[in-house]
């Protein structure tokens, strides 16, 4: 079982930025294509960003030009770097490779707000 580990979020006003992080405890972790997901209130969780082992990246329409994924395998570390925040980015923010069937880690909440 891997355990997926978020942090880095907090409160912002909009306009400003995060940079989230995540971390896995799995000795394949460099093969994994990682993704960052978010699950706003009353909403599904979606898919925002994601990156494969060789570090392309791809985003959702509505983060796209203002997020950035990145990897650093020798750290086992995924990141998220959110510019341009707005309310609509406020949720809890989710790591796990994509078509993984493990268990969701604890997230790590964004709140955007003036």
């Known amino acids: 079982q891997i355990q997926f580990v978020e942090s880095g979020g907090g409160l912002v006003h909009p306009g400003g930025s995060l940079r989230l992080s995540c971390t896995a405890d799995?000795?394949?972790?460099?093969?994994?294509?990682w993704g960052w997901y978010r699950q706003a209130p009353g909403k599904q969780r979606e898919l925002v960003a994601h990156?494969?082992?060789?570090?392309?990246?791809n985003y959702a329409d509505s983060v796209q030009g203002r997020f950035i994924i990145s990897r650093d395998n020798t750290k086992r570390m995924v990141y998220l770097q959110m510019n341009s925040l707005n309310a609509e980015d406020t949720a809890v923010y989710y790591c796990?490779?994509?078509?993984?069937?493990?268990?969701w880690g604890q997230g790590t909440q964004v709140i955007v707000s003036s």
């Open positions: 796990k490779p994509l078509g993984n069937q493990n268990a």
């Open positions: 990156i494969t082992s060789g570090g392309s990246a």
């Open positions: 799995t000795l394949i972790f460099h093969v994994y294509m």
